[in-house]
Nanobody, 117 residues
Framework: QVQLVESGGGLVQAGGSLRLSCVAS????????MGWYRQAPGNQRDLVAT???????YYGDSMKGRVTISTNSAKNTVYLQMNSLKPGDTAVYYC???????????WGQGTQVTVSA
């Protein structure tokens, strides 16, 4: 099993930046892909970005051009650099991992991002 812990959320003014971190523990060598999703109240959970251990990235439409996903050299931490934040980006941001031989994806507990106007 892989466990995920997010950090870095908070309150920021519109136009500001935040960097989220997600630390994975457990069977990290079995991770096939990690990513960030977000969910605002009353909305579905949407993909923000994903990255593979080989640093292949994919960005969802919601924040494309304003976010960058990256990992550390140990491939156990994933970062989400968010720039030019808007009030509409206010949501709980969740870290996700797709893990080989694990029946379901791993999810973190979420970190709140609030963008004030």
């Amino acid at each position: 099993q892989v466990q995920l812990v997010e950090s870095g959320g908070g309150l920021v003014q519109a136009g500001g930046s935040l960097r989220l971190s997600c630390v994975a523990s457990g069977a990290i060598s079995n991770i096939l892909k990690m990513g960030w999703y977000r969910q605002a109240p009353g909305n579905q959970r949407d993909l923000v970005a994903t990255i593979t251990p080989g640093d292949v990235t994919y960005y969802g439409d919601s924040m494309k051009g304003r976010v960058t996903i990256s990992t550390n050299s140990a491939k156990n931490t994933v970062y989400l650099q968010m720039n030019s934040l808007k009030p509409g980006d206010t949501a709980v941001y969740y870290c996700n991992a797709i893990v080989r031989w694990q029946a379901t994806a791993s999810w973190g507990q979420g970190t709140q991002v609030t963008v004030s106007a």
